[in-house]
C-alpha cells in the first residue's frame, strides 16, 4: 500500500517537477565529462565555494560577525547549507543558487536526520537492540521518504561509531559496542537512507561518522582526546566504515577528536591514506561542526591558515561553519602552500555528490508542498514506528512471570516523572520530532487495557532532589494492584556533549523506588535513556525491569503493547550494563589475561576485591515471555584445511506457553594464535520465531574470513589451530564446540 501510494504521488507531480526546473540556466551534467565541463568554467571563488557550508541559523565569520548569506549565495561561495528548516525556506536558497548565481550550481541541504524526520523512531542504541536489520533499514527508509519530501537531500547519519563506555553521551547515537553488528546495522542504515537510487527524490544522501574513533574517547568525555593501539583501531572500531563503504555511503565525517596525538580533521594518514587508498571511500568528507578552526586549541594548527592547510592537505573537503576554507584557501593558493590539483579534486566529490542525488537534473525536485503533505508523518508511518519500537525493548527481569500484566487487571498505579512524558520519549537529535505527537506511557496503558483504572503521579522530577511528591506517589501505590515505575533519564541527558560520570538513575528516583517498595505491591520498573545504567539495587529489588531505551513517537503505545502482553519482547542489549563506574571500560569481546579470574580460590588473578568482574547485564542479553532451550551443537566436521567452511547447527525449542521470536548468536575463539585473541566474538546472528512446543534447527555457516585474525605484521591471516565457535542467546550463556584449523 505505501508503495503504492508512493507510486502514485510520483506520476502525479514528476511532471509539475520538471516544468518547476524548467527555465533555469542549469546545463545538464550527468557524468564525469561534464563536471570537468563546469569546473573548467569555475573561477577559484567559485570552487572554494563549493568546500563551504553554512548553517541556516545565523551562519558567522572568524569575527563572529554575521553573514549575509543570500549575498555569498549569489556570489558562488556557497556549496551546501544544513539546519534550514521548511520547503519554502529551503527552495529560496536553492532558487538563489541556481537563478542568481554566475553559474547556477545547486545547493545540497543536509540536516541530522538520526532516527527519523517527523516520524520519529527509537533512538538508534534502541533499534539495534531489535537486531532486526530489516526493521532498521526500514526506518532509515522512512526518514528518508520524509526528509526527502520535506526538501533534505542530505543526513548526517548513520553514526558508526563504536562505543565501549556508557558514560559518553553519544552512545545512544549508535549501534553499540562490537564490531560486526555494528557493521550489520551501518549497512541496513545507508541502504534505507540512499535506496539503490540516490537521485530518487524519496532517498538521501547518507553519511557515516564521525571518522574515527571518537566513541574511545577518554574517561567517557565528550570531544576528548583517544589514544589507542592501531590494532584495537583496525579490529573494533574500523569494520563499521568499511561496511558503509562497501554499501555505497555517499559521504564520510570526520570526527572531532585526535587519534594519538593528530586530529582527525587533518589526520592525513588516517583521512587519505586509510579512508580513501585502503578502505576504498570514493565519496566525500565533511568535516564535524566547526572542527577545521578547533585544530588551534587542540595545539595542531598555529592559526586558520594553518588549520585550512591541515585540512585540505588530509583530503577533507567540505568546511562546515568554521569558514576557515571560505577566509584561507586563496591565500594558501597564492603563497603556493596549496595547489590548484588539491582544490579541483575536493570539488570534484563534492560535484559529483551533488549530480548523484539529482540536484543537476533538477534542482527543485525536492520541494513540493504537496508531496510533503502526503508523505510525512502518515498512518503507516506511525505503525512501522510502533512495530519497530515494540522490537527494540529489552526485558532485563522478570520475576515470578510478573509481565505480561492482565488487561483485566483493576488498578495500576502509575508512577514516575517518564509516565506522562511526551518530550523526553523524544529521545536527543529527533530532526522535526514534535512532543505533542508522542504517545506516553499512560496513553498508551488506557489504549491497550481500556478497562483499567489508572492512578498517576509524577512521583518526582528526572534529576532534582525534591521528595515533596513522594506521598502522592505511595498514596496511589498503596490502592493499586500493581504499580507501573517510569524512570530513568531526560532526552538532554545524553548525545552530544552530554557526558555522565554517574550512570545510576538521576536524582531521587532510586529514593522513590524505595518508598514504592515499602508498600509491599508488586512493581515494574519501566526505563528510559539513552545509555546503559548502574541499577544494582533496582535490578536487586524490583521483581520485574522493561528497557525501552527512547522509542520515539510510538513509545507509550508499543510500551503498553509489551506490558500487557499483545508483543512478547524479543529485543537483545548491544552494550554491556556494568555493576559499577569502576568496570568501565567493559565490553563482552575482551582479551584473556595469563590470571583470569576463573573462580575464587586464587587471590593473585585479574579481579576486583569489591564487585565481581562480569556485568549485570552482558551482551547479547534479552528475555522473553516464553523459554527457549538451545541442544548441544552439531558441526559438520572438526577438522577442515585453511580456507573451508564449517557448517555449525543447533536445535532451538519453545518450551514455554506462548509464541515467542529469539535472536540466535554466534560466536568463535582462536584459542592459540601469534596474537592474543578475545574469550568470543559475535561472527553471525539469526532470528527465529517459535510457536509453543515448536523446535527448529538453525545453521551457521563459518567462513574462512570468520577465523582470520591481524598478526603481527597487521595482514589478515588464518592461522592452523583450535577453535571453539559458541552458540547461545547472548555472549555468555552458550553451548560450544571445538574444531581444528589445519594447514592446506
Not at 105 to 124: E, Q, R, S
Request: aromatic share 8%.
Amino acid at each position: 500500500m505505501f508503495v503504492k501510494a508512493l507510486f502514485s504521488i510520483f506520476l502525479i507531480f514528476s511532471s509539475a517537477c520538471i516544468l518547476i526546473g524548467a527555465g533555469t540556466t542549469i546545463k545538464p551534467y550527468k557524468n564525469s565529462s561534464k563536471i570537468e565541463s563546469l569546473l573548467n568554467q569555475m573561477t577559484l571563488d567559485e570552487k572554494i565555494g563549493q568546500l563551504v557550508q553554512y548553517s541556516g541559523t545565523e551562519p558567522t565569520g572568524p569575527e563572529g560577525k554575521i553573514i549575509d548569506i543570500e549575498t555569498e549565495i549569489k556570489k558562488g561561495k556557497v556549496g551546501s547549507l544544513l539546519n534550514v528548516i521548511g520547503i519554502k525556506n529551503i527552495r529560496k536558497m536553492q532558487h538563489i543558487a541556481v537563478k542568481q548565481s554566475r553559474l547556477g550550481i545547486p545547493l545540497i541541504f543536509g540536516l541530522d536526520v538520526v532516527h527519523g524526520y517527523k516520524t520519529i523512531f527509537p533512538v538508534p542504541l534502541a533499534m539495534a537492540s531489535s537486531w532486526d536489520m530489516d526493521a532498521i533499514e526500514k526506518a532509515a527508509k522512512i526518514a528518508a521518504v520524509e526528509a526527502s519530501a520535506s526538501g533534505i537531500q542530505w543526513t548526517f547519519a548513520p553514526m558508526v561509531d563504536i562505543a565501549r563506555d556508557p558514560r559518553w553521551g553519544r552512545i545512544v547515537e549508535g549501534a553499540g559496542e562490537d564490531p560486526f553488528l555494528g557493521a550489520a546495522v551501518a549497512k541496513a542504515q545507508i541502504k534505507g537512507f540512499q535506496g539503490d537510487n540516490t537521485a530518487h527524490f524519496s532517498t538521501v544522501l547518507a553519511c557515516a561518522k564521525h571518522y574515527i574513533a571518537y566513541g574511545a574517547a577518554m574517561a567517557g568525555r565528550d570531544y576528548n582526546n583517544v589514544d589507542m593501539s592501531i590494532r584495537t583501531l583496525w579490529e573494533i572500531y574500523m569494520p563499521p566504515f568499511q561496511a558503509a563503504i562497501d554499501a555505497g555511503v555517499g559521504s564520510i565525517m570526520s570526527s572531532f577528536n585526535d587519534v594519538n596525538g593528530i586530529p582527525m580533521t587533518g589526520n592525513k594518514k588516517l583521512l587519505n591514506t586509510v579512508l580513501r587508498d585502503r578502505l576504498g571511500f570514493k565519496g566525500f568528507v565533511v568535516s564535524d561542526w566547526n572542527s577545521v578552526a578547533e585544530m588551534i586549541p587542540h595545539g595542531y594548527a598555529k592559526n586558520r591558515y594553518q588549520a585550512a592547510k591541515l585540512a585540505l592537505d588530509a583530503g577533507l573537503d567540505m568546511d562546515m561553519v568554521s569558514d576557515v576554507y571560505q577566509q584561507e584557501l586563496a591565500k594558501l593558493l597564492k603563497n603556493k602552500q596549496i595547489t590548484m590539483k588539491q582544490i579541483d579534486k575536493a570539488v570534484r566529490r563534492v560535484l559529483k555528490a551533488k549530480f548523484d542525488v539529482g540536484l543537476f537534473d533538477n534542482p527543485f525536485i525536492y520541494f513540493n508542498e504537496e508531496r510533503g503533505k502526503a508523505l510525512v508523518l502518515t498512518k503507516e508511518h506511525r505503525d512501522a514506528a510502533r512495530d519497530i519500537a515494540r522490537k527494540s525493548m529489552v526485558l532485563l527481569k522478570n520475576k515470578d512471570n510478573l509481565l505480561p500484566l492482565n488487561k483485566n487487571i483493576k488498578t495500576i498505579a502509575l508512577i514516575g516523572p517518564l509516565a506522562d512524558n511526551q518530550k523526553d520519549l523524544l529521545g536527543p537529535w529527533c530532526a522535526r520530532g514534535n512532543k505533542k505527537d508522542v504517545i506516553t506511557i499512560m496513553q498508551g496503558i488506557k489504549t491497550v487495557s481500556p478497562k483499567t483504572t489508572i492512578l498517576y503521579s509524577k512521583g518526582c522530577e528526572i534529576n532534582t532532589s525534591s521528595t515533596k511528591l513522594f506521598k502522592e506517589a505511595v498514596d496511589a501505590a498503596k490502592k493499586a494492584d500493581v504499580i507501573i515505575a517510569a524512570i530513568g533519564e531526560a532526552e538532554d541527558m545524553s548525545a552530544e556533549a552530554h557526558s555522565r560520570a554517574d550512570i545510576d538513575l538521576p536524582g531521587v528516583q532510586i529514593q522513590l523506588l524505595k518508598e514504592l517498595k515499602k508498600t509491599g505491591k508488586p512493581i515494574v520498573a519501566v526505563l528510559m535513556n539513552g545509555r546503559p545504567l548502574t541499577i544494582n539495587w533496582t535490578n536487586d529489588n524490583i521483581p520485574a525491569i522493561l528497557e525501552t531505551w527512547f522509542l520515539g513517537i510510538e513509545a507509550g503505545n508499543a510500551i503498553a503493547d509489551v506490558l500487557f502482553g499483545d508483543y512478547n519482547p524479543s529485543g537483545k542489549l548491544t552494550v554491556t550494563f556494568p555493576h559499577s563506574v569502576g568496570q568501565i571500560p567493559i565490553f563482552y569481546n575482551h582479551r584473556q589475561t595469563g590470571r583470569p579470574h576463573i573462580g575464587d580460590d586464587n587471590h593473585f588473578v585479574s579481579k576486583y576485591l569489591d564487585i565481581p568482574n562480569t556485568p549485570l547485564y552482558p551482551f547479547g542479553y534479552g528475555l522473553s515471555y516464553t523459554t527457549f532451550r538451545y541442544s548441544d551443537i552439531k558441526l559438520n566436521k572438526k577438522n577442515l584445511k585453511s580456507g573451508e567452511t564449517l557448517t555449525a547447527s543447533v536445535n532451538i525449542t519453545n518450551i514455554g506457553k506462548i509464541q515467542g521470536k529469539e535472536t540466535v548468536q554466534l560466536y568463535i575463539q582462536d584459542l592459540f594464535a601469534s596474537i592474543t585473541q578475545p574469550v568470543k566474538k559475535l561472527i553471525g546472528f539469526k532470528q527465529v520465531t517459535l510457536n509453543p512446543g515448536e523446535t527448529k534447527e538453525i545453521s551457521f555457516v563459518i567462513k574462512p574470513s570468520n577465523m582470520e585474525i591481524l598478526n603481527q605484521d597487521m595482514k589478515k591471516v588464518i592461522e592452523p589451530g583450535d577453535f571453539k565457535v559458541f552458540i547461545g542467546t547472548n555472549s555468555i550463556d552458550t553451548k560450544f564446540a571445538k574444531f581444528t584449523v589445519n594447514e592446506k
